[in-house]
């Protein structure tokens, strides 16, 4: 008896927790809940009770209405979701497209910067390399014309190899990174407003400020260009200068308070 009664009350939950039935239900308490409460609550005889239902219900209140109104909920509920997820779905799918297309600008941007680097370190390796071509035809040269100029020509190159490693050692300086991301992020402090603007692709490779003054120019060598890109790279990592603004190959940073506690600890 007790399961019979269990899977009676399993079978009813159903049929409640169905949208029709259940918006049915909803609407028959709303336009009923005083004779509903009156009927269960009231501290009354049953039959007052009884007859105060019967008088305060009728077949509007307890069969149309509930009826109606459920079937209209339980239709209408859907299409109210489906409306608000598709006015939604518009602003969702423009945020997205806008976050791929400000990464995909930043890892053009780290290509550009990558490739003018090996094109950099390309021309270098091209012009030791026929350094060295040149060299090797003057050592042929000389040895068809005698052993003895030839010596000289050996003698010669090795003091130019040497003055060329002692410069090289020269201009290896330990911080020279620090120092280029230091002078970034000083001419971004000193100009209007706290920016700096790099220039690239279509655009001749530069640094300037909003008001035009230049860090980096179209004159300046191969290796100070590679070299100050470097320093951007560096300062955006460290968080020392923060992109505000890219387009047409335009990308215009601005410093940070880390880059002017930065700039402060520096100078100290």
Do not use: C
């Not at 009354?44 to 019967?54: N, S, T």
């Not at 090996?118 to 270098?124: G, T």
């Not at 402090?189 to 700096?196: E, I, K, T």
């Amino acid at each position: 008896m007790t399961e019979y009664l269990k899977q009676i009350a399993e079978a009813w939950g159903d049929r409640i927790r169905s949208p029709i039935l259940g918006s049915i239900l909803i609407f028959f308490t709303l336009t009923n809940w005083q004779a509903l409460y009156y009927l269960f609550f009231a501290g009354k005889p049953v039959r007052a009770r009884l007859l105060y239902f019967d008088a305060n219900t009728d077949n509007l209140s307890l069969y149309g209405i509930p009826l109606f109104a459920g079937l209209v909920s339980a239709i209408a509920v859907p299409w109210v979701k489906f409306i608000g997820a598709w006015i939604s779905s518009g602003p969702s799918r423009r945020l997205r497209h806008l976050e791929h297309d400000e990464g995909q600008a930043f890892r053009i941007y780290k290509l550009n910067a990558d490739a003018t680097e090996s094109e950099a370190k390309a021309r270098l390796e091209e012009a030791n390399e026929r350094r060295k071509i040149d060299a090797a035809q003057r050592l042929k040269e000389a040895g068809e014309l005698g052993s003895e100029l030839e010596e000289d020509l050996v003698a010669n190159r090795q003091l130019v190899n040497t003055g060329e490693e002692e410069e090289e050692e020269e201009e290896e300086v330990p911080n020279e990174h620090e120092n280029r991301q230091l002078d970034l992020i000083d001419f971004a402090a000193n100009s209007g407003g706290g920016q700096v603007i790099i220039y690239g692709d279509p655009h001749p490779p530069r640094i300037t400020s909003s008001a035009g003054e230049e860090l980096l120019g179209i004159e300046d060598s191969h290796r100070k260009l590679v070299g100050m890109l470097h320093a951007v790279d560096q300062a955006m990592t460290n968080g020392f200068l923060k992109r505000t603004a890219q387009f047409d190959g335009k990308t215009t940073l601005e410093i940070t308070v880390k880059g002017y506690d930065f700039l402060g600890k520096s100078s100290k």
